[in-house]
Structure formats: C-alpha cells, structure tokens
C-alpha cells in the first residue's frame, strides 16, 4: 500500500566496536566454506523467485527464507563474531530508501506484496464482472491507497494473461472482461 500510516518506524542501526570487528573478521576467515555454502543456497532461492507464478514466486521466497535462516541459526550459534557478522551484513542493510533493514523484512514484505497484488486483481476482475465494463482511471478513486502505477502494472498483467482487454478511451482504457476467464494466474 502506498498510505503514509502504515510506515514503520525506521530501525536503529547497531554500531559495533572495533573487537566486535575483528570477531566478525575472524568468524568469516575461518569459516568462510560453511559461510559462501550457505550464502549461495539463499542466493539460489532468493534469485530464483522472480518471473514465476505467483504461487511459485512464493514458494520460493519461503524456501529462500528458510536458507536464511539456516545462515542465521550457524552464524548465531558458533560465535559472538558469527552473530555480529549476520547482524552486519543481513540484519542492517541500508539504501537510499531506509537506513535500517533487514533481509527477512525485505523476503516478507515481498510475499505480503504478492498476496495483495493477487486480492486487487481479482477485485479489479470482480468490478468489471459487476459493472460489464470499467474506466481504468477510475480504479485510482476505486482503490486510492494503492499507487498508479501499481494498478497499471496489474491491468496490464491481466491483459497479458487473457484475462481483460483495454480499448483507448479519451486520457484512459475502457476495460472490458474476456470471455473465458474462468482460469486465474
């Protein structure tokens, strides 16, 4: 959703003391193979969870956040440097976006992502059932906490799917249902 309520509070980023570093540095040093194995299955799953289905994309963020999980549980229990590495390095990430994230809100908020892009595209089905026809501009007063371009993206993965057509219609799309749409991606 795009409302400034459902914001979450930024995250306090830990900062470490030069020991703690160095705990990391040698947590990595000597278990660096265990480390990149455990890396590289995340990264096998979390990579390959894009341009699928929406139920396979989901399966494999939870298979991805599964092999996370595995890295977080051999990080925290095999040493204090083995905690403060995870921390660092998937626990505190930051971008121009937020200062304070980590890897498993970014998986989670992706599979939440899913779930609503799956409800508001069988809502925007569901209005053009009811209604015979619909404005695609009017789909922004219809549903004004989600974003433009959001919506754009799901009437044209509809279209893509077979699922409706669009016909220009002055500054928008009239949107009309096609006939056999009794299969859902």
Not at 20 to 39: C, M, P, Q, R, V
Not at 130 to 146: A, H, S
Not at 153 to 180: A, D, H, M, P
Request: aromatic content about 12%; proline content about 2%.
């Amino acid at each position: 959703m795009n409302n400034e309520d459902t914001k979450k509070p930024e995250k306090k980023r830990l900062y470490f003391s030069e020991r703690d570093e160095e705990l990391s540095d040698g947590f990595w040093l000597k278990h660096h193979a265990k480390i990149e194995k455990l890396e590289s299955d995340f990264y096998d799953a979390y990579n390959y969870a894009f341009d699928l289905t929406p139920t396979e994309e989901i399966e494999k963020l939870y298979l991805a956040l599964a092999q996370l999980n595995r890295l977080k549980e051999f990080c925290y229990k095999t040493s204090k440097g083995g905690k403060v590495y995870f921390i660092d390095m998937w626990e505190q990430m930051h971008n121009s976006q937020s200062l304070c994230f980590s890897q498993e809100e970014v998986i989670i908020n992706r599979i939440e992502k899913i779930r609503e892009d799956e409800i508001l595209k069988e809502k925007i089905l569901n209005i053009i059932r009811v209604t015979g026809t619909y404005i695609q501009k009017d789909l922004y007063r219809e549903f004004p906490d989600f974003e433009r371009e959001r919506l754009q993206r799901l009437v044209n993965y509809l279209e893509i799917k077979g699922l409706l057509t669009k016909i220009k219609k002055g500054n928008s799309y009239q949107l009309f249902l096609v006939e056999n749409d009794t299969e859902h991606s």
